[in-house]
């Protein structure tokens, strides 16, 4: 079977509330669970010893990774509901929950998808802005801990703003209010609060480096010249469970359009094309990727790297011809 003749089913559902399916009020239960967690340490903070705290802190670390690679993930490629009213609030309940505008989220994303971890042109830029490759050398992908750590300060909205600008001026116009109301939520906070401020913020860092440790492991030793191998998957169980099947990432690159709830049986389908193309899977979750047996050097992709002289030209000519092929065919803009 040619990647090309993959179908996908989509899910439907006849609820007048959920876009997709009624299982989708799992994850949007879960968000508004995640809001409660938050606002709930604000509360909490005076009131309990510090040592609690700081178990509540790093808790609440774990969980921004989790809702912004799942909950928040999930909503950018299937929106929950139905009415575009209650997508956008929910959208800035999440911008407000995670610290950072969703739409500002998906922009990025979205590039992401355009590059799958591309590796540098002859400039040094990559078409994903936050490929694992990106601050790398010699082709090889940058130090795991370095991308986690370092990739927050690198962030820049003023290039997100430009490009939802070019795209929507309406759609720019919201993430920047979604910008300015978790600023505001902070702002307030620590108006109330200042020495919550200076507890929480620490924890909100380390939690936006958790997603990005997250993020390298979904694409470090994956073959970013063949479409069924852009992503690294882990099918830990429960992980899955847990993370909205989160774990299925090469699945996800292949067709980013497939519903969480469909993963498995989307992989099922496609598991011998996988194995001719030499998908990678790890045995832990990604976010501990740095402990599978089988971890690979930091070296350049074989399949893109033939030869030791092969120029940086040449390596986008190949990016470039990939992003055509058919196993794009289900991408997104």
Same mark, same amino acid.
């Given at each position: 079977?040619?990647?090309?003749?993959?179908?996908?089913?989509?899910?439907?559902?006849?609820?007048?509330?959920?876009?997709?399916?009624?299982?989708?009020?799992?994850?949007?239960?879960?968000?508004?669970?995640?809001?409660?967690?938050?606002?709930?340490?604000?509360?909490?903070?005076?009131?309990?010893?510090?040592?609690?705290?700081?178990?509540?802190?790093?808790?609440?670390?774990?969980?921004?990774?989790?809702?912004?690679?799942?909950?928040?993930?999930?909503?950018?490629?299937?929106?929950?509901?139905?009415?575009?009213?209650?997508?956008?609030?929910?959208?800035?309940?999440?911008?407000?929950?995670?610290?950072?505008?969703?739409?500002? =989220?998906?922009?990025?994303?979205?590039? *992401?998808?355009? $590059? @799958?971890? &591309?590796? +540098?042109?002859?400039? %040094?830029?990559?078409?994903?802005?936050?490929?694992?490759?990106?601050?790398?050398?010699?082709?090889?992908?940058?130090?795991?801990?370095?991308?986690?750590?370092?990739?927050?300060?690198?962030?820049?909205?003023?290039?997100?703003?430009?490009?939802?600008?070019?795209?929507?001026?309406?759609?720019?116009?919201?993430?920047?209010?979604?910008?300015?109301?978790?600023?505001?939520?902070?702002?307030?906070?620590?108006?109330?609060?200042?020495?919550?401020?200076?507890?929480?913020?620490?924890?909100?860092?380390?939690?936006?480096?958790?997603? =990005?440790?997250?993020?390298?492991?979904? *694409?470090?030793? $994956? @073959?970013? &010249?063949? +479409?069924?191998?852009? %992503?690294?998957?882990?099918?830990?169980?429960?992980?899955?469970?847990?993370?909205?099947?989160?774990?299925?990432?090469?699945?996800?690159?292949?067709?980013?359009?497939?519903?969480?709830?469909?993963?498995?049986?989307?992989?099922?389908?496609?598991?011998?094309?996988?194995?001719?193309?030499?998908?990678?899977?790890?045995?832990?979750?990604?976010?501990?990727?740095?402990?599978?047996?089988?971890?690979?050097?930091?070296?350049?992709?074989?399949?893109?790297?033939?030869?030791?002289?092969?120029?940086?030209?040449?390596?986008?000519?190949?990016?470039?011809?990939?992003?055509?092929?058919?196993?794009?065919?289900?991408?997104?803009?």
């Amino acid at each position: 079977m040619k990647t090309n003749a993959v179908v996908v089913e989509r899910v439907t559902t006849d609820s007048k509330l959920f876009a997709h399916t009624r299982w989708d009020a799992i994850p949007v239960a879960a968000g508004f669970l995640h809001c409660a967690y938050f606002f709930g340490m604000f509360y909490l903070f005076p009131r309990i010893p510090l040592w609690l705290m700081i178990i509540l802190g790093l808790i609440y670390s774990v969980s921004i990774s989790w809702n912004i690679n799942g909950i928040s993930h999930n909503f950018i490629h299937n929106p929950y509901f139905r009415s575009p009213v209650l997508n956008r609030l929910f959208s800035i309940l999440e911008s407000i929950t995670i610290g950072f505008s969703q739409i500002f =989220y998906e922009c990025i994303h979205m590039q *992401h998808h355009k $590059g @799958n971890a &591309d590796l +540098p042109d002859e400039t %040094g830029e990559t078409v994903d802005w936050i490929s694992i490759y990106k601050h790398g050398h010699d082709g090889a992908a940058e130090h795991p801990f370095k991308y986690a750590f370092f990739s927050f300060f690198r962030e820049d909205p003023k290039t997100v703003f430009k490009e939802l600008k070019r795209k929507d001026h309406r759609e720019a116009f919201w993430g920047v209010l979604e910008l300015t109301l978790f600023v505001a939520t902070f702002v307030i906070l620590g108006v109330l609060n200042w020495r919550y401020i200076c507890f929480i913020l620490p924890f909100y860092y380390f939690g936006h480096s958790l997603s =990005y440790l997250n993020g390298f492991y979904r *694409h470090y030793g $994956g @073959n970013p &010249d063949e +479409p069924l191998a852009w %992503g690294v998957s882990s099918y830990d169980k429960r992980y899955n469970w847990i993370w909205f099947y989160n774990g299925y990432h090469a699945e996800h690159h292949f067709r980013p359009k497939v519903h969480w709830t469909r993963m498995q049986a989307f992989r099922d389908q496609i598991a011998e094309q996988q194995r001719a193309a030499g998908v990678r899977v790890i045995e832990p979750p990604h976010a501990l990727g740095f402990l599978d047996p089988n971890l690979p050097l930091r070296t350049p992709p074989s399949s893109v790297l033939p030869g030791a002289n092969l120029s940086r030209r040449a390596i986008r000519a190949h990016l470039l011809t990939r992003k055509l092929s058919p196993g794009s065919s289900d991408f997104e803009t």
